[in-house]
T-cell receptor, first 113, second 112 residues
Framework: AQSVTQLDSQVPVFEEAPVELRCNYS??????LFWYVQYPNQGLQLLLK??????LVKGINGFEAEFNKSQTSFHLRKPSVHISDTAEYFC???????????FGEGTQLTVNP | ETGVTQSPTHLIKTRGQQVTLRCSSQ?????VSWYQQALGQGPQFIFQ???????GRGNFPPRFSGLQFPNYSSELNVNALELDDSALYLC???????????FGEGSRLTVL
């Protein structure tokens, strides 16, 4: 079994500031890691994924994340946020042998002018 | 290439009623998963269907059931609705090869 902990439920930042959304996971087997974004009243959109290879993963909208196996973390970063980045962000994990996702509780990112 | 589509987008039911939610998977995908997202929480895995067979189930009671059809579309059925079943129900499809899921916009169920 695996679990995901998103360390911040809410992150307020000012426009053009950098942001980091933190995610730790627990699993006894190899995993794939994902970050999804959810805008109000919408479904989930994939931001980026780590399957294998380079531990620094680049995604859409200028986001990137770094997989740290020793710290079992997969933190999401963006060097300069926009108002339009305001949304709920979910970290998720799945075993490499399947596609059943376990999600964290989410982090609400609010970008203020 | 069409994405994952779900219907209806919104619906209201009363306690004790039954509901059926529908999902059309993305072209080329043979696996469909259903998730329940309660307000303010992350999605919770309900079950997954692969080639018309249930292929894994989360911690949901038997009154949550599903089907997958030969064209890989799927239904989620919930019997004897309870107030706590109020949630956004998300369908996701995948080819199961690399574990990436593609989500629909969801069906928002309100139980009164």
């Amino acid at each position: 079994a695996q679990s995901v902990t998103q360390l911040d439920s809410q992150v307020p930042v000012f426009e053009e500031a950098p942001v980091e959304l933190r995610c730790n996971y627990s699993s006894s087997v190899s995993v794939y890691l994902f970050w999804y974004v959810q805008y109000p009243n919408q479904g989930l959109q994939l931001l980026l994924k780590y399957l294998s290879g380079s531990t620094l993963v680049k995604g859409i909208n200028g986001f990137e994340a770094e997989f740290n196996k020793s710290q079992t973390s997969f933190h999401l970063r963006k060097p300069s946020v926009h108002i339009s980045d305001t949304a709920e962000y979910f970290c998720a994990v799945t075993q490499t042998s399947g596609s059943r996702l376990t999600f964290g509780e989410g982090t609400q990112l609010t970008v203020n002018p | 290439e069409t994405g994952v589509t779900q219907s209806p987008t919104h619906l209201i039911k009363t306690r004790g009623q039954q509901v059926t939610l529908r999902c059309s998977s993305q072209s080329g995908h043979n696996t469909v998963s259903w998730y329940q997202q309660a307000l303010g929480q992350g999605p919770q895995f309900i079950f997954q269907y692969y080639r018309e067979e249930e292929n894994g189930r989360g911690n949901f009671p038997p009154r949550f059931s599903g089907l997958q059809f030969p064209n890989y579309s799927s239904e989620l059925n919930v019997n004897a609705l309870e107030l706590d079943d109020s949630a956004l129900y998300l369908c996701a499809s995948s080819s199961q090869a690399v574990g990436e899921l593609f989500f629909g916009e969801g069906s928002r169920l309100t139980v009164l």
